[in-house]
């Protein structure tokens, strides 16, 4: 992969890999406090509120296509130097994929939908709450090992530049 196509990619896998992050931070500061306390009145409301559009718009597919994104960019990677950083980040991706299918495919539809019952919702959102913050440190640094390949691919490029000139 050229330099410059893989400084770019990188940059857009983390700025992918942010969204997702400050998405999940906003859920977890801002909605799922109010899941905890009077869980069936709050989850039907905000059920409610969600239904012409969902957080799953606003997730789907960017956060994927930033998950696939590390993955490639681990694949073709050739760069000795940025070989660790990208492990890593493939690595914390791949748990990342994994414990985000586990929220929506297990937690998701006890909270909201037909499988949502009343008694088994504050357990299901404190289940949420944890598994988040979980998703959410795992976001951050599959972000933070991206953007040291980036700084380390962002340095050559500035000595490139500065030597051609």
């Known amino acids: 992969m050229r330099p410059s196509l893989q400084l770019k990619l990188t940059l ?3 700025l992918g890999m ?3 992050l400050f998405g999940n931070l906003y859920e977890a500061v801002v909605f799922s406090p109010n ?4 869980s069936p009145a709050q989850i039907a409301r905000l059920d409610g509120f969600f239904s012409v559009t969902s957080a799953t718009v606003y997730f789907v597919p960017l956060t994927q296509l930033a998950l696939v994104l590390v993955w490639v960019l681990w694949w073709r990677n050739r760069d000795g130097d940025l070989a660790r950083d990208h492990r890593r980040a493939g690595i914390a991706a791949i748990v990342l994929a994994v414990l985000n299918a586990y929220i929506v495919a297990t937690v998701l539809p006890r909270l909201f939908g037909a ?3 009343p008694e088994g919702l504050n357990a299901a959102a404190w289940q949420w709450n944890v598994l988040n913050v979980v ?3 795992l976001t951050a640094t599959t972000a933070y090992y991206l953007f040291a390949a980036f700084r380390k691919l962002d340095r050559r490029s500035g000595q490139l530049d500065r030597g051609s000139g």
Do not use: C, F, P, S
């Open 12 to 14: 857009a896998a983390v």
């Open 18 to 20: 942010a969204y997702w």
């Open 35 to 38: 899941w905890v306390r009077d």
């Open 115 to 117: 499988g949502a019952l």
């Open 135 to 137: 998703r959410m440190v």
